[in-house]
Nanobody
């Protein structure tokens, strides 16, 4: 299984970015996909997650209303649209995947066995 995240970069506060994560080596349409992030000097934290069919979607409170997770099962890609970005959103963003994730575990990093390499998002004030 390979997860390749891309789309990060430098953006001013209030701006937008769209992250993408291309998955290979798995039956993508069967997997729960998630985004996590890790800021410098901080622990990794949950950002958003989406069930295989999009029926269940969760967001961290800190991004709710600003970020949108979506997926294209035909292209094996999960997206994270990030709007109204703040300097506090600066972090390395990682995509994660696993097949057997129950709703109550979707926000837990330990629920995911597959991780991408991360893409850096820097939001300037």
């Amino acid at each position: 299984v390979q997860l390749q995240a891309y789309g990060g970069g430098l953006v001013q506060a209030g701006g937008s970015l769209r992250l993408s994560c291309l998955a290979s080596g798995l039956t993508f349409r069967s997997y729960t996909m998630a985004w996590f992030r890790q800021a410098p000097g901080k622990e990794r934290e949950f950002v958003a997650a989406i069930k295989w069919n999009g029926a269940s979607i969760f967001y961290a409170d800190s991004v709710k209303g600003r970020f949108t997770i979506s997926r294209d099962n035909a292209k094996n890609i999960v997206y994270l649209q990030m709007d109204s970005l703040k300097p506090d959103d600066t972090a390395v963003y990682y995509c994660a995947a696993d097949r057997q994730v129950i709703n109550s575990s979707m926000k837990r990093g330990q629920a995911y066995n597959y991780w991408g390499q991360g893409t850096l998002v820097t939001v300037s004030s």
